[in-house]
C-alpha cells in the first residue's frame, strides 16, 4: 500500500517537474503585460497578434517544412539503410552501426560546427537547403534505430515463403516484411519530425541571414524578451499535438491478445479515418498552402525590394506595413542582437544587405575596411529633419557624413530601483557597493562593461593602454562576487520584475521600463558615460541601393519617426517629430533628451582596431570565467 | 544463387546512407580537424589545441565535466525507479510513456528552459508560492545550481527511455527464478535486474552526459553569463570571436570525451538494446 503511494507520489512529483515550464509558457501567453515578470491580467490578444505576425509565422512556416521534408527523406534513407544493414556480415554491421552512432551522440555543437565548415569550405550560402541538409544528417541515426529492431524480429522464414509462392521480391517486401516494420518505420518518422522541430544548435550552425526557424527566431529574442506572440503559438502547438497524440493513443488497437473476432465499431472507424485520413490530409494542406501563400509574397515582387538588418525589436512592423504599402517595395527584414554578430555576415559579403544599422564604433570600422557605399542626399531629402546636433556627432565616426543618417541615440546609465536603494545614486561606484550584493545587473558585451569601469576609473573608454586595462580587468574581477548576472536586454524585464537593486541600461529601454514599474528611475553618472548612435548605411554590395534609400528616407519623416520613437522608445535625432510628440513629459524627458550639460563627460566608442579588439576579449575572457 | 545475389542487392539498400553519412558526417569532422590544427594562414600548428589548457579555458572545461557528471548522477537516480515503476504498471500501451516525455519536446526547448527563468527568478513564481507557505526562499537562479537543474531537466528523458526499454524486456521469470532460489528483493536487484538493465543504464548515461558537458543553451539562460561552460567558449570562438581556428581546436578535446563515450556503449551495449527509442 505505502510502496503504492510512494510510486504515486513520485510520479506526480517528476510529472510537476516535466511540466511546471510548460504550464508557466500557457500562462505566460494570457498575460496582458508584454514583460514576462509581471501578470498584466488575462487578454488573448496574442493568439490574434501571433496570425498577424508575419515573421513568426513564416518562422513556423519554415520550421514545420523542415521537420516534415527532413523527415521525409530520412525515413526513406534510413529504412532502405535499416534493410541493407540488416542483410549484413557482423563485421560490415558493426561499422555501419558505429557510423550510425557518430550523430546520436556527438555533441550538437560539433556536428553543428563540422557541418557549417563544411558548407562554408563548398562555398554553398548557408540557408533552407543547409538546415535541411543538416537535419536528415541527424533525423537519419533515429530512423535507422527504430526500423532495426522491427527487421529482427521479422522472420525471414515468411518472407522467404512468399519468395517460393512466386513473389517477386519486391512484392514479398511490401506485402510481408514492410507491414511489420511499419510501426518502427512510423515511429521513426515521428521521432525525426519531433527532434528536427526542437532542435536548436545545429540549426544555429547551419542557418543563414533571411531563414529562421522558431528556434533560432526565439533564441535571437531572448536577450530583448520573448515576444507573448511566441508563447501563444507554442501552446497552439502544444495543444494541438496533445490533442493529436491523444486520438492517436485510444485508437481502438488490433492487439493479439483480442480472442474476439474484431468487431469495427463505429467510433474506431471515426477515429481510424480522423489519424489515418483527416489529419495527414490537413497537415499537407496546411503546408502547401502556407507555402502558396508565403511564396506568392517573397516571389511576385522579388525584384522590388529591399532587405534590411537591424536590431531586433528596432521598429515598428507598422512601419514597415506602411512602406511596402506607400512605395510598393517588398521588404525583407533581418535582425541581429550585437553589432560584433553583424560585422561578419557583412564582411562575408554571403547575403547582399541594403541598408543595415549599426553603432558608431562600428560603422568607423565599416568604414575604414570600405565595406560602405556612398549616399545619394537626392534620394534622402528627408535628412532636414534630422538635428545639426546629431549629424555632428556622427562625424567622429563619419567624418563627412557621407555614408550614415542618424535613426537612434542614447546613453548607457544605471536604472535603480528606488524602493531598494534609498540614497542618491551618481556614480558607477554602486556597483562595487558590497550592500548591493547579488542585486546588480551588469551588461554581457565588452565593451560596454569596459566601458563603464574604465570611466569610473577616470579614464576614457576608448583607452588601449594596458595598464589601465589591466586595472579595469582587475576592478571587474572585484565586481564578479556582487553580480547577480550578466545580461544584456534582459535588464528590462528584470528590473520590472524587482529582481534586482540596479541595473545598466540604455536609455530607451529605461524608459520602457518605467511605463512599466514606476518604481525605477535612470541615472547618467558623473563620470561620465557612453553616448551612442545608431545609424542607417548602405553596404557597397547593396543591390537595391535606390530601395535603400528611400527606405531611409521613408524612415527620416517625421510622422514616421514618430511613430517609431512611441514603439521603440529610443531617443529620436530627429528633431521634426520630437516637436511633435503630444505627452510633455516624455518630450522634455531627461532620459530621452539630456541636456547637454550631463553630457558632457559622455563620449561615443570608437573602433580600436582588430588588435586591441582581441586584447578587450582576452581580458573580459579572464573575468568571466574567474 | 538467387538467394546470394538477393542479399548483395539488399546490401546496396545501405549505398544512399553511406553515401550520405560520409559527406555530412565523416568529411565535417576532417574539416574540424583540418581547421583544429591549421593557423589562420593555413599552416600546421598545434596552438590551438595548446589553448585548450589556458587556465580560462581548463575552468569551463572543469566546470562543464563537474557540472554534467552530477546531472547525469542526477538523472540517473532520478530515472531508474522512475523506468522501474513504468515498467512494472505494465501499461499496454506503452507508446503512451514516450509519448508523456517526448510531449514537452513539442513545447520548444528554449522557452521551456527560458521558463525556469520565470519559476526560479527571486521574485519568480517558486519563490512566490515559497513566501506564500512561509517557506525560506529558494535563491539558485543565475548559479551553477540552477544549471544543474536545466540539465536534469531537458536530459532526464533521455535517460528514463532507454533504461525502460531495456527493463521492459526483461523476463519476468528471470526474476522469480531468483526470488524463489531464495534471494530477497535487494539481492534479486543487484544480482540480476541491474545486470540486465546494465545496457539501458550505460546508453542513458552517455545520452545524458554528452549534451550535458557540451551545452551552451543552459547555461547562457540559466546561469546569468556567470559561468561559462566548454560549449559557450567554443559557441563564442565561432559566433562572435570568429576564430574558427581555435574553436575547432577546443572542439576536438570535446569530441575526446564523446569518442570515449562511443567506446563505452559500443562494449557494453553491442546490439543497441539500449538505444533511447
Redesign the interface.
Known amino acids: 500500500m505505502i510502496r503504492k503511494y510512494a510510486q504515486r507520489i513520485y510520479l506526480a512529483l517528476i510529472f510537476i517537474l516535466l511540466y511546471a515550464p510548460i504550464v508557466t509558457l500557457i500562462v505566460l501567453s494570457f498575460n496582458k503585460s508584454k514583460t514576462r515578470s509581471k501578470w498584466g491580467g488575462a487578454t488573448l490578444k496574442w493568439y490574434s497578434a501571433l496570425f498577424q505576425n508575419e515573421q513568426i509565422m513564416n518562422a513556423l512556416y519554415t520550421t514545420l517544412l523542415i521537420a516534415l521534408v527532413s523527415a521525409l527523406i530520412a525515413t526513406l534513407i534510413g529504412t532502405a539503410a535499416a534493410i541493407g544493414i540488416q542483410s549484413m556480415k557482423r563485421k560490415m554491421r558493426t561499422v555501419f552501426m558505429g557510423l550510425t552512432n557518430i550523430p546520436m551522440l556527438n555533441a550538437e555543437i560539433v556536428m553543428g560546427i563540422s557541418l557549417m565548415l563544411l558548407f562554408i569550405a563548398c562555398n554553398m550560402t548557408l540557408g533552407f537547403s543547409t538546415i535541411l541538409i543538416a537535419h536528415i544528417t541527424f533525423n537519419i541515426p533515429y530512423v535507422i534505430l527504430s526500423v532495426m529492431p522491427k527487421l529482427k524480429q521479422t522472420k525471414r522464414a515468411t518472407y522467404e515463403a512468399a519468395l517460393d509462392l512466386g513473389a517477386s521480391p519486391m512484392m514479398a517486401f511490401f506485402k510481408v516484411v514492410f507491414p511489420d516494420i511499419l510501426p518502427g518505420v512510423l515511429s521513426g518518422f515521428m521521432l525525426a519530425f519531433t527532434m528536427s522541430l526542437d532542435d536548436f544548435v545545429i540549426t544555429h550552425f547551419t542557418k543563414g541571414p533571411g531563414v529562421d526557424t522558431l528556434s533560432t527566431k526565439i533564441y535571437s529574442e531572448v536577450r530583448k524578451g520573448i515576444k507573448p506572440e511566441m508563447y501563444a503559438l507554442s501552446t497552439l502547438l502544444f495543444v494541438s499535438v496533445l490533442i493529436l497524440l491523444l486520438l492517436i493513443n485510444y485508437t481502438p488497437k488490433k492487439t493479439e491478445d483480442q480472442p474476439v473476432p474484431r468487431v469495427i465499431t463505429k467510433r474506431s472507424r471515426v477515429f481510424n479515418f480522423v489519424t489515418r485520413r483527416v489529419v495527414p490530409v490537413l497537415l499537407v494542406g496546411v503546408l502547401v498552402f502556407g507555402g502558396f501563400y508565403y511564396g506568392s509574397q517573397g516571389s511576385l515582387n522579388s525584384d522590388n525590394r529591399v532587405i534590411v538588418y537591424n536590431w531586433g525589436e528596432y521598429i515598428d512592423p507598422e512601419v514597415i506595413t506602411m512602406f511596402e504599402e506607400e512605395t510598393g517595395i517588398s521588404v525583407v527584414y533581418e535582425e541581429f542582437e550585437t553589432n560584433e554578430i553583424m560585422y561578419p555576415k557583412i564582411q562575408s559579403g554571403a547575403i547582399a544587405y541594403d541598408v543595415v544599422c549599426p553603432s558608431d564604433y562600428m560603422i568607423q570600422r565599416m568604414r575604414e575596411n570600405d565595406l560602405l557605399a556612398e549616399l545619394n542626399f537626392d534620394n534622402i531629402p528627408n535628412i532636414k529633419y534630422i538635428g545639426d546636433t546629431y549629424l555632428k556627432s556622427s562625424r567622429e565616426f563619419d567624418p563627412e557624413n557621407k555614408y550614415s543618417v542618424p535613426y537612434c541615440w542614447g546613453t548607457v546609465g544605471i536604472l535603480y530601483n528606488k524602493t531598494m536603494v534609498d540614497e542618491p545614486i551618481d556614480s558607477w561606484g554602486v556597483l562595487w557597493d558590497e550592500k548591493y550584493k547579488d542585486n546588480i545587473l551588469m551588461q554581457d558585451s565588452v565593451r560596454d562593461a569596459f566601458g563603464v569601469t574604465l570611466k569610473y576609473l577616470g579614464y576614457s573608454l576608448n583607452s588601449t593602454d594596458l595598464d589601465e586595462l589591466t586595472a579595469a580587468t582587475n576592478l571587474l574581477i572585484e565586481q564578479k562576487p556582487l553580480v547577480q548576472a550578466y545580461v544584456i536586454d534582459q535588464v528590462r524585464d528584470k528590473m520590472i520584475g524587482n529582481e534586482a537593486a540596479i541595473g545598466i541600461i540604455y536609455s530607451g529601454e529605461a524608459i520602457y521600463t518605467q511605463f512599466e514599474n514606476e518604481n525605477l528611475e535612470y541615472v547618467i553618472p558623473k563620470e561620465g558615460s557612453n553616448i551612442w548612435i545608431d545609424s542607417w548605411v548602405i553596404p557597397k554590395n547593396a543591390e537595391h541601393k535606390e530601395n535603400a534609400e528611400a527606405f531611409i528616407n521613408f524612415l527620416c519623416r517625421p510622422d514616421i519617426a514618430l511613430k517609431n520613437f512611441e514603439y521603440i522608445t529610443y531617443s529620436t535625432p530627429n528633431t521634426a517629430a520630437r516637436e511633435m510628440i503630444e505627452d510633455e513629459e516624455i518630450r522634455n524627458s531627461k532620459i530621452a533628451f539630456p541636456d547637454e550639460s550631463e553630457l558632457e563627460n559622455c563620449e561615443t566608442f570608437k573602433f580600436l582596431g582588430d588588435d586591441a579588439d582581441r586584447v578587450y576579449l582576452d581580458f573580459w575572457n579572464k573575468v568571466k570565467s574567474k | 544463387m538467387r538467394r546470394r545475389s ?2 548483395k542487392s ?9 553515401f ?2 560520409v559527406s ?6 576532417l ?2 580537424f583540418y ?1 583544429g590544427l591549421t593557423d589562420e594562414s593555413g599552416a600546421f600548428t598545434l596552438d590551438n589545441l595548446a589553448k585548450t589548457t589556458s ?3 581548463l ?2 572545461l572543469g566546470m562543464a565535466l563537474l557540472l554534467s557528471l552530477i546531472s547525469t548522477v542526477i538523472c540517473l537516480l ?1 530515472a531508474y ?2 523506468a522501474t ?1 513504468l515498467a512494472e504498471k505494465n501499461v ?2 506503452s ?2 510513456i514516450v ?18 527563468q ?2 526560479l ?3 519568480g ?1 517558486i519563490n512566490n508560492i515559497l513566501t506564500f507557505l512561509h517557506l525560506p526562499s529558494l ?1 539558485i ?2 548559479t551553477p545550481y540552477a544549471i544543474v537543474l536545466g540539465m536534469v ?1 531537458n536530459f ?1 528523458p533521455f535517460m528514463v527511455l532507454p533504461i525502460y526499454n531495456v527493463l521492459v524486456k526483461i523476463d519476468p521469470n528471470v526474476i522469480f527464478a531468483a526470488r524463489d532460489l531464495g534471494a530477497n528483493g535487494f539481492q534479486t536487484f543487484i544480482k540480476v535486474t541491474f545486470p540486465l538493465s546494465l545496457p539501458g543504464v550505460i546508453s542513458g548515461i ?2 545524458v552526459f ?2 550535458a ?5 543552459v547555461s547562457d ?1 540559466l546561469g ?3 559561468i ?1 561552460l566548454i ?1 559557450n ?3 563564442q570562438a ?5 576564430n ?1 581556428n581555435v ?2 581546436g577546443l ?1 576536438m578535446v ?2 575526446i570525451f ?1 569518442i570515449a ?2 567506446a563505452i ?2 562494449k557494453y551495449d553491442k546490439d ?1 538494446e539500449g ?3
Open positions: 538477393q542479399l539488399k546490401k546496396l539498400l545501405a549505398g544512399p546512407y553511406l550520405w553519412s555530412f558526417v565523416v568529411i565535417p569532422l574539416m574540424v581547421y587556465p580560462e579555458n575552468k569551463a532520478l525507479p522512475l515503476i499496454n500501451q507508446s503512451f509519448l508523456i516525455f517526448i510531449l514537452p519536446m513539442w513545447m520548444n526547448f528554449l522557452l521551456r528552459t527560458l521558463a525556469w520565470t519559476l527568478e527571486k521574485t513564481v535563491n537562479i543565475n531537466y532526464l552517455t545520452m554528452v549534451p558537458l557540451t551545452t551552451f543553451v539562460l546569468g553569463g556567470k561559462l560549449g567558449v567554443i559557441e565561432f559566433k562572435q570571436g570568429s574558427w574553436g575547432s572542439s570535446l569530441m564523446i563515450s562511443m556503449i559500443a543497441g538505444t533511447t527509442f
